[in-house]
């Protein structure tokens, strides 16, 4: 038996004195309203009311248990009020900084269609982990190895020219000792400043024997891109990267780096649901949906 839809004919009734009143009221025919209460009647072995053909008035026995069935009602209202209330509450997901607007529209757009309303926060990889931890944000797209990583996105070098070559070797920066100019450095971006991008990057520095000054981290993209678009520097980004910044893009010579990225829930909670209806959303937002050729046929031509 349905108990609170009985309690809810039950009830409706009562107000309204008549079985075809209080089934209208109650937004039910008055054959479901009388066969709801007579199954309360069933249930609680009495009757709750004196029928007559014109009005249904209330027994001894009714009269004493219309307060409780009152409360269930009402209690079955509030839930459902309160489940609709947190289904239209927004996630707020903290992203890399790195999504493009478009690209977090676009994503904000396909959870739309799975009733997943997203409140997006752009952040680096350290403020992303602050907003999860400080449970600012309901989740949030992390930094990790891409041995971790549920999504990953090839990195590689790029260029204001076009070097002509089909992989970029970071020992070719290497200055002898009568090369004129100044060092040309790689720009490290703040979303690659992490330890399984920079520490690497940097030991191949040191391997191949540049500078200390020839790896360095950039305040924002958008200066290391203004340091490579007027000099011979290199910045470590991705193929779309390079493409929006008009830069020729390469993959590395010596070595395979890539960003990987995982969902993590705020208060330990369980990031598989949203992961499998927005895991295609996601990875277009993060760049990680075009990448299997990158490595394999050295990146093609020219970006941008």
């Not at 025919?29 to 007579?38: D, F, G, L, M, Y």
């Not at 996630?91 to 478009?102: Q, Y």
């Not at 208060?267 to 949203?274: I, K, R, S, V, Y």
Request: hydrophobic letters at 45%.
């Amino acid at each position: 038996m349905d108990l609170v839809g009985a309690c809810r004919a039950f009830t409706s009734v009562s107000a309204c004195g008549s079985f075809t009143d209080g089934a209208a009221a109650a937004g039910m025919s008055q054959s479901v309203a009388s066969r709801r209460v007579a199954a309360l009647e069933e249930r609680l072995g009495e009757q709750l009311f004196e029928r007559t053909s014109r009005r249904a008035v209330l027994t001894p026995f009714g009269r004493d248990v219309l307060p409780s069935a009152r409360r269930l009602v009402r209690a079955a209202d509030t839930l459902l009020d309160e489940a609709e209330a947190v289904k239209r509450r927004p996630w707020r997901l903290a992203v890399p900084e790195i999504c493009t607007a478009s690209a977090r529209a676009r994503l904000v757009a396909a959870a739309r269609d799975h009733d997943i309303r997203l409140d997006l926060r752009a952040a680096d990889p350290a403020r992303r982990q602050e907003l999860l931890q400080a449970q600012q944000v309901r989740a949030a797209l992390v930094a990790v190895a891409a041995d971790e990583a549920s999504w990953s996105v090839l990195l590689g070098l790029a260029a204001a020219r076009d070097s002509g070559v089909r992989r970029v070797y970071v020992e070719t920066l290497r200055l002898g000792r009568t090369s004129p100019g100044p060092a040309r450095r790689v720009w490290i971006q703040p979303e690659d400043d992490v330890p399984h991008i920079r520490d690497p990057l940097t030991r191949l520095r040191d391997a191949v024997g540049l500078r200390p000054t020839q790896v360095a981290v950039a305040s924002d993209l958008a200066a290391a891109a203004a340091e490579v678009l007027c000099s011979g520097d290199l910045l470590l980004c991705s193929r779309a990267q390079a493409g929006e910044l008009a830069l020729h893009w390469r993959p590395m010579g010596e070595m395979t780096l890539r960003r990987g990225f995982a969902l993590r829930v705020a208060a330990d909670g369980n990031a598989l649901p949203m992961e499998a209806r927005l895991g295609g959303a996601i990875a277009r937002c993060l760049g990680a949906d075009d990448e299997p050729g990158d490595e394999a046929d050295g990146g093609g031509g020219t970006t941008g």
